[in-house]
């Protein structure tokens, strides 16, 4: 589904969706110069959107238990775990569409206040929105591998980059490794490519500054989340 907007002397239209999908994996740079000119974002929203309901449709039931098993603490109680099983499962779907684009708007105001409010810049919120839309759909075929993974016996929810190091490395299971193995490598790569939206956005500022803003706000948001066990 494409966007029509009026367009114009000498301008052009963004990109097809197709396009879009495989520029923001291959060429972001391309894109975030096309979507500055022309923010189109309601086809891809609607496309985060299918692909969260979808994901949770597809879910066997044994398999969302364990999947959230492991994210809960392994003190809760049992009846507390069904209550709360029962509720996210029925709900699950309405949750996962409301906070979607309660996630896209949160980034983008976060990028208004540090680079309009704070820097003094000019984008709009529509540009912002629509850059962080489209970088959101690497985090979405992340959720997507991470399923299939555990759909083929994985019990890994999350992929993170320290999996690789745990032959080398022992984190133990405290508070530092918990922060660590929560740690979305399709996350980090969300925030680098989000960051060459805002270098495009804002001439005068970096994208390396841009990803270390959001890669910031990303580990406070997984050190908050860590202080929970399990």
């Not at 907007?5 to 097809?16: C, I, K, L, V």
Request: aromatic letters at 10%; proline letters at 5%.
């Amino acid at each position: 589904m494409e966007q029509t907007t009026t367009r114009g002397p000498g301008e052009t239209a963004a990109p097809n969706l197709l396009v879009r999908v495989g520029q923001v994996f291959a060429a972001p740079g391309r894109l975030f110069e096309a979507l500055a000119a022309r923010p189109v974002w309601l086809d891809v929203f609607l496309l985060l959107i299918a692909s969260t309901v979808a994901s949770q449709l597809v879910i066997p039931e044994e398999t969302f238990r364990a999947i959230f098993m492991q994210q809960i603490p392994a003190d809760t109680p049992p009846e507390q775990i069904e209550r709360i099983l029962s509720f996210t499962r029925t709900w699950g779907l309405v949750i996962g569409a409301v906070s979607l684009p309660l996630a896209l708007v949160v980034v983008a105001g976060l990028l208004i206040l540090a680079y309009n409010v704070m820097l003094g810049g000019d984008a709009t919120f529509r540009q912002l929105f629509s850059a962080t839309a489209h970088a959101f759909l690497i985090l979405s075929a992340g959720g997507w591998i991470v399923l299939a993974l555990i759909l083929l016996g994985s019990e890994q929810v999350v992929l993170s980059p320290f999996l690789a190091l745990e032959g080398f490395l022992d984190l133990g299971d405290g508070y530092l490794a918990r922060i660590a193995y929560r740690i979305n490598i399709f996350a980090v790569w969300t925030c680098a490519v989000l960051g060459i939206a805002v270098g495009k956005l804002y001439p005068k500022r970096s994208a390396g500054g841009a990803t270390t803003y959001l890669l910031v706000l990303y580990l406070l948001l997984v050190a908050v989340s860590a202080l929970q066990g399990g």
